[in-house]
């Protein structure tokens, strides 16, 4: 529920970036199913919306929606533990759900400020749970391999984090009832990490028919921006 002093905001960001991804194959004792220096041009879409509750001073929390596709190394493992296969999805999709926590320069200028002009430093944090979806042309690959089903439940944990550095300009004229502008230029670092595979325990809920699949990703993200209104 929405506090009388906080206001509710719907944040939506959409993407594309190109790309190329080197597979480098470093002999993990498994058999690889994509060629050493395989090099893949890829183009990916980001999609990402926010339910956001803007409180006191420029804070804010809420819940984050993350979608995009891209290239990744990936393993798989039997009841073992062992590695049987490896290699590069060429087009795994990754859905990242969180609870994100933060604090928004411009939202305390808008709401405290009329003339403002300063450097700023704000960041983000979340926390939240991320669910892989296997391109078919490496999960046909690795099962008609291994004569083996890869397990269907491929989610971990994802740990997010924000820094934006930049400047602000704001100004407001009484004469138009506080109608003025806004301006942000900055740059900003995302960085994500997304980890899943087998625990150090035995896990008896892999059989000998299946495979479990493996990764540990960093994804940093960066870049100019800039923002009017």
Do not use: C, H
């Amino acid at each position: 529920m929405v506090s009388d002093s906080s206001s509710l905001r719907i944040a939506y960001t959409k993407g594309e970036v190109n790309g190329i991804t080197t597979f480098k194959d470093k002999s993990y004792g498994g058999t690889s199913v994509t060629p050493n220096g395989d090099i893949q041009e890829f183009t990916t879409s980001l999609e990402r919306i926010g339910l956001l509750n803007m409180a006191e001073k420029g804070l804010y929390y809420g819940l984050e929606y993350t979608s995009f596709q891209t290239p990744a190394a990936v393993g798989f493992s039997n009841s073992s533990k062992a590695i049987e296969y490896y290699g590069l999805d060429k087009a795994m999709k990754m859905q990242n759900y969180e609870i994100v926590i933060g604090y928004d320069t411009a939202a305390y200028a808008k709401r405290y400020e009329s003339d403002f002009e300063s450097f700023y430093l704000q960041g983000m944090f979340g926390i939240g749970a991320s669910i892989y979806d296997l391109s078919s042309d490496i999960k046909e690959r690795v099962e008609s391999l291994s004569n083996k089903s890869i397990l269907s439940s491929t989610y971990s944990l994802v740990l997010d984090a924000e820094v934006d550095l930049g400047y602000i300009w704001q100004k407001r004229f009484k004469s138009v009832r506080g109608i003025g502008y806004s301006i942000e230029l900055g740059a900003k670092v995302r960085g994500i990490y997304t980890g899943i595979g087998q625990s150090s325990d035995s896990d008896s809920s892999i059989n000998a028919n299946e495979l479990k699949m493996e990764m540990s990703r960093y994804d940093i993200w960066y870049g100019p921006y800039n923002i009017v209104f």
